[in-house]
């Protein structure tokens, strides 16, 4: 007997698809379920007539490695395998993290190898295991690129822990130089340059920090916004929350919060999937190689967890008692798992705004990600030798209560709009999914009887975003906001 409780799977990325790299490091995965999971056969019964009516053979003619795997949303979580759903690698902002870190001492920190930090970026430190962790503070640069110094307010650390992580998070303005406009709605600057940032239009940003001296005086800008242009000292921005206002700042050192960028892409990746079945002696271990990301469906059920399953297609199956020859285990990030009560920090339709405020409350949601994947067959091969890619696809649904014609009028019109999902834990990292041009395909108020709620569910697809950057989906997620 085996308990399903004593189950381990960890993903590595391959370099030639089909092969598992020399010594893997597997990421572990936190899973739910692999229910799916499996190297199926594909067996034929023999047509041969015989006069005693028996069956003499069931003949193996292929195997797929194929199945879904479940989990829940946290940050960092999922990363790798959002990578090979998306067809794409995460745009990262500089960051140093394990080994690298070599020693903190006065108020200074030293990394093995230069980086790239500029004066006041924004650094947050964790997973130091000591008074470090939390701290979010403007880097003091000088011409050594292998130190980063704050002010004031770190604990001397002589060896910080493998856990150890340094990530550049956002940049402070000069004391003054950034205010906000209406009618484009901006933020501009005399010092700071925005094209020095990393930034694109289509990203998202937080403005402001936990304190005053580093927010916008008018307290509600200080809040997310979109990008829709950018020059040296304006951004523009097509989303802002409501009651954005034209702003002067003259003392504030306003902080400005930036995230990684996932956007869909052509770069087609496979993984080496590790199963072990540790109640086992010995324990066994199943491979799974040349796995491909087909679907990949992320789900927001009301006051419960934010769930994701992924569907793998794949070549070849292995099952031995032998773990690969020098593998070892990477710990899963341990972030809190999203939930879709108080996690929710935005489900928004375009520039009309949060449906909160809006269009009525969502009960469900999902979004749904899909690469059309084929299997590629050759005779004298057991299994596949190759997976084919085919369009990228995002769908989904957003189900809820029937308050007013607005979106009855979108469904019936064809009116373009975009949808955006963020999530926010407890510690203040953020994972945001942006859909900048969708259609519904249906939708329709349904009265199932009496005593009971109106609802619209409504069924949508993403499409190409092409007036800027050509993408249907971007994912962020940003490391620490305040």
Not at 42 to 56: A, F, G, H, Q, Y
Not at 239 to 260: Q, R
Request: with cysteine.
């Amino acid at each position: 007997m085996s308990d399903t409780n004593r189950v381990a799977l960890g993903v590595i990325e391959e370099v030639t698809p089909g092969t598992t790299p020399a010594t893997p490091a597997f990421e572990s995965l936190r899973i739910t379920g692999a229910p799916s999971l499996a190297f199926a056969p594909t067996t034929v019964s023999s047509d041969e007539i015989r006069p005693d009516r028996n069956i003499t053979d069931l003949i193996l003619t292929d195997a797929e490695a194929a199945g879904e795997v479940t989990m829940e949303l946290s940050h960092g979580a999922e990363d790798t395998l959002l990578e090979g759903a998306m067809f794409s690698e995460w745009v990262l902002r500089n960051n140093r993290q394990g080994t690298d870190i070599t020693d903190i001492s006065t108020n200074v920190i030293t990394v093995a190898s230069a980086a790239v930090w500029a004066v006041d970026d924004l650094v947050y430190l964790e997973g130091f295991g000591d008074a470090n962790d939390e701290i979010v503070f403007p880097a003091i640069v000088t011409s050594n690129a292998t130190t980063i110094t704050a002010a004031s307010g770190l604990t001397d650390n002589a060896s910080p822990a493998a856990t150890a992580k340094i990530w550049n998070v956002g940049v402070q303005g000069a004391a003054g130089d950034i205010d906000s406009t209406v009618t484009p709605d901006t933020l501009t600057s005399t010092i700071l340059d925005f094209t020095t940032l990393g930034l694109l239009v289509g990203d998202w940003m937080k403005i402001g920090g936990t304190l005053a001296a580093n927010q916008l005086p008018t307290l509600v800008n200080n809040d997310w916004v979109r990008i829709s242009a950018i020059a040296a000292n304006v951004l523009t921005f097509d989303i802002v929350p409501t009651g954005w206002a034209a702003d002067a700042s003259t003392t504030e050192l306003v902080w400005l919060f930036f995230g990684d960028r996932l956007r869909n892409g052509v770069l087609k990746q496979s993984y080496s999937l590790e199963e072990q079945f540790q109640d086992h002696t010995p324990i066994t271990y199943q491979y799974y190689t040349g796995m491909h990301m087909d679907t990949f469906n992320i789900g927001l059920p009301s006051a419960a967890i934010m769930t994701v399953s992924a569907n793998f297609q794949g070549f070849a199956s292995t099952v031995v008692n032998t773990r690969f020859a020098g593998a070892t285990d990477v710990a899963a990030p341990d972030n809190d798992v999203y939930n879709t009560s108080s996690n929710v920090g935005r489900i928004g339709r375009g520039t009309d705004g949060p449906f909160t405020t809006l269009d009525g409350c969502v009960l469900d949601a999902t979004i749904n990600l899909s690469n059309n994947l084929r299997r590629q067959l050759c005779i004298g091969t057991l299994g596949a030798i190759g997976v084919g890619a085919g369009s990228f696809v995002v769908t989904g649904n957003t189900n809820t209560y029937f308050e007013n014609k607005n979106y009855l009028e979108d469904v019936l019109n064809n009116v373009e709009r975009s949808l955006d999902v963020r999530m926010e834990d407890s510690n203040g990292k953020v994972m945001l999914f942006d859909m900048p041009r969708l259609k519904y395909s249906e939708g329709s108020p349904t009265v199932p009887g009496g005593n009971q709620d109106v609802l619209i569910n409504l069924n949508f697809q993403s499409l190409l975003e092409s007036a800027n950057e050509l993408y249907t989906l971007q994912i962020q997620r940003f490391h620490k906001v305040q």
